[in-house]
């Protein structure tokens, strides 16, 4: 008899482009279809990002998808759509891996767990950003219902199950697939020719508009550079909640014909061999999958020191204070090292962030 694929229900996916959404979808789409099977719950939303390409991917007449109401919006219609929903799936699944930066979505699996006896896999995508006191009293659940930790970085693991698991908790990085992201020099004259430049000097940024990703002081690092270098662009790809305001501080800041609002972008690779510096002075982060991609690319990085420091991984990437002036960032950003960018992907395998080692070592956490 043909051994059936071991089920996991993945909870992480949201309507949002972002790192911990593709992460999900990278890391499931490369997985042995043959010896495992994934479905997905998203609450908050009746649409999902990489649906179309989730449902191509498997093309079984299965539905892999699943919504549920939001916990916080609607408590009494979360709970019927959860108790519905694991009436029907609950006992297929071996393990429900867990994908979040606020231990508070527990809930989505928490008590179901008991009920229909699969084990737990919590994995914590983000080092802070949500209410310390909340974090805590869910906090509290997540350990105790936990078969296995998993975390893509120590501050990460701090923050989302305490200091007593440190040691226990398994650390996977968040893995790029390095044939991708390499440096392309004709997709970066095809994505300048597009914006109306040539040489330039492009700092560029790929992030959600929110508060986490610190556009205020992108705004204000990329003003000092322009007192350096008056033909530099801004080139900045993602959508979010913030983006009219930025838009308006831009205005404000009489920078904003030096700026360009690209929006969602599939093709992100393309857009960092345009870069020629990548900016991410984050409020917080865990290893943010960004970061790694843009170093993939053999862009010279500028990270903040509230990103945990693993995501040092090539000599381009460096870290600088959110405390210092946006005239310290911009002249490490006048004086970056634009050239000799193809051998990066290679180092960035060998240091072991390769999408393929990142699948194989989740591959073995299902095994056990």
């Keep these: 008899m043909e051994k059936q694929p071991k089920r996991i229900l993945i909870i992480g996916l949201t309507e949002r482009m972002g790192g911990v959404e593709t992460f999900i979808y990278n890391t499931t789409t490369h997985s042995d279809k043959a010896k495992y099977k994934y479905d997905y719950l998203v609450?908050?939303?009746?649409?999902?990002?990489?649906?179309?390409?989730?449902?191509?991917?498997?093309?079984?007449?299965?539905?892999?998808?699943?919504?549920?109401?939001?916990y916080k919006e609607d408590p009494l219609g979360c709970i019927r759509d959860l108790k519905k929903f694991y009436v029907e799936n609950g006992h297929k699944y071996d393990y429900v891996h867990f994908q979040s930066g606020s231990t508070a979505e527990i809930l989505y699996v928490y008590p179901f767990c008991k009920k229909y006896d699969f084990k737990v896999i919590s994995h914590s995508h983000n080092g802070n950003g949500y209410s310390p006191v909340i974090n805590n009293i869910f906090r509290r659940i997540v350990n105790k219902i936990t078969s296995k930790r998993l975390s893509c970085s120590a501050e990460a693991t701090r923050w989302f199950f305490g200091d007593e698991y440190m040691n226990s908790t398994q650390i996977i990085v968040n893995g790029v697939d390095t044939d991708r992201f390499t440096y392309n020099e004709s997709a970066r004259q095809k994505i300048r020719k597009h914006y109306g430049f040539s040489d330039e000097l492009v700092v560029g940024h790929i992030g959600?508009?929110?508060?986490?990703?610190?556009?205020?002081?992108?705004?204000?690092?990329?003003?000092?550079?322009?007192?350096?270098?008056?033909?530099?662009?801004?080139?900045?790809?993602?959508?979010?909640?913030?983006?009219?305001?930025?838009?308006?501080?831009?205005?404000?800041?009489?920078?904003?014909?030096?700026?360009?609002?690209?929006?969602?972008?599939?093709?992100?690779?393309?857009?960092?061999?345009?870069?020629?510096?990548?900016?991410?002075?984050?409020?917080?982060?865990?290893?943010?999958?960004?970061?790694?991609?843009?170093?993939?690319?053999?862009?010279?990085?500028?990270?903040?020191?509230?990103?945990?420091?693993?995501?040092?991984?090539?000599?381009?990437?460096?870290?600088?204070?959110?405390?210092?002036?946006?005239?310290?960032?911009?002249?490490?950003?006048?004086?970056?090292?634009?050239?000799?960018?193809?051998?990066?992907?290679?180092?960035?395998?060998?240091?072991?962030?390769?999408?393929?080692?990142?699948?194989?070592?989740?591959?073995?956490?299902?095994?056990?």
């Design 43 to 70: 609450h908050g939303t009746d649409h999902c990002v990489f649906e179309d390409e989730i449902n191509k991917y498997y093309d079984d007449g299965e539905k892999h998808i699943f919504f549920v109401k939001k």
């Design 208 to 368: 959600r508009f929110s508060e986490q990703k610190n556009h205020k002081l992108i705004l204000g690092i990329f003003k000092a550079v322009l007192e350096k270098q008056s033909d530099a662009k801004l080139l900045l790809v993602g959508v979010g909640e913030l983006q009219d305001s930025i838009k308006e501080l831009s205005k404000s800041l009489g920078i904003d014909r030096s700026i360009i609002f690209a929006g969602k972008q599939m093709r992100t690779e393309d857009y960092y061999s345009a870069f020629d510096v990548f900016l991410m002075p984050s409020l917080y982060e865990g290893l943010p999958i960004v970061g790694v991609e843009a170093q993939c690319e053999g862009l010279e990085c500028l990270f903040s020191d509230q990103i945990d420091k693993q995501i040092l991984i090539t000599d381009r990437a460096k870290m600088l204070g959110l405390n210092n002036a946006p005239e310290v960032w911009s002249d490490a950003i006048v004086s970056a090292n634009v050239s000799d960018r193809t051998k990066y992907s290679d180092e960035i395998k060998a240091s072991g962030y390769s999408l393929a080692d990142t699948v194989k070592t989740l591959e073995k956490v299902y095994k056990v």
